[in-house]
T-cell receptor
Framework: DAGVIQSPRHEVTEMGQEVTLRCKPI?????LFWYRQTMMRGLELLIY????????DSGMPEDRFSAKMPNASFSTLKIQPSEPRDSAVYFC?????????????FGSGTRLTVV | KQEVTQIPAALSVPEGENLVLNCSFT??????LQWFRQDPGKGLTSLLL?????REQTSGRLNASLDKSSGRSTLYIAASQPGDSATYLC???????????FGKGTRLHILP
């Protein structure tokens, strides 16, 4: 298996532009998680899906952030409009089951820079 | 509310030494605990997953222990090598049907 695949690896955009991050989970995993990592705050969970349904989006910072999972093999995280404080590394992770029982596999992340 | 703490934030040791990394948590009613490694600019690699019913897990030179009653887990690295230099994070779920939360990690530097 190729693992969790994220694209792009790096994204540089201007403030106010729309940014879309993409994730392909491991085949057969039915839980998917979006995390954001910064030096100040460490790893923070933004949202997670189970069987393509958003279960908890309480970590999404504000309405500028949205996430979708149209099918079991694809998810997007969109920021519109982007701001410099959104600069961070965004990770996607997947798990075979709901919640924490089976452990998590992470993608390599997308490093986002908003100038 | 579950909180995860890792101390120290950074650690430097000479190559060849055995070392222990610490992780503490405030709510002992956990379901499992996972240790990850993160290399600079890279993603997270899972090292060990300990279920709540287990006391320890081993993989090669790594051994992770879990003591729920005291709210602690340790990651033991034997015969450290420069390639072990990375940030090590522990993570655990808030509850069984929930996502995991992370400690801030320990940045380990093995001196050649």
């Amino acid at each position: 298996d190729a693992g969790v695949i994220q694209s792009p690896r790096h994204e540089v955009t201007e403030m106010g532009q729309e940014v879309t991050l993409r994730c392909k989970p491991i085949s057969g995993h039915n839980s998917l998680f979006w995390y954001r990592q910064t030096m100040m705050r460490g790893l923070e969970l933004l949202i997670y899906f189970n069987n393509n349904v958003p279960i908890d989006d309480s970590g999404m910072p504000e309405d500028r952030f949205s996430a979708k999972m149209p099918n079991a093999s694809f998810s997007t995280l969109k920021i519109q409009p982007s701001e410099p404080r959104d600069s961070a590394v965004y990770f996607c992770a997947s798990s075979p089951g709901q919640g924490a029982t089976y452990g998590y596999t992470f993608g390599s992340g997308t490093r986002l820079t908003v100038v | 509310k579950q909180e995860v703490t890792q101390i120290p934030a950074a650690l430097s040791v000479p190559e060849g030494e055995n070392l222990v990394l610490n992780c503490s948590f405030t709510d002992s009613a956990i379901y499992n605990l996972q240790w990850f490694r993160q290399d600079p600019g890279k993603g997270l690699t899972s090292l060990l997953l300990i279920q709540s019913s287990q006391r320890e897990q081993t993989s090669g030179r790594l051994n992770a222990s879990l003591d729920k009653s005291s709210g602690r887990s340790t990651l033991y690295i034997a015969a450290s090598q420069p390639g072990d230099s990375a940030t090590y994070l522990c993570a655990l779920p808030r509850n069984r049907d929930d996502k995991i939360i992370f400690g801030k990690g320990t940045r380990l530097h093995i001196l050649p």
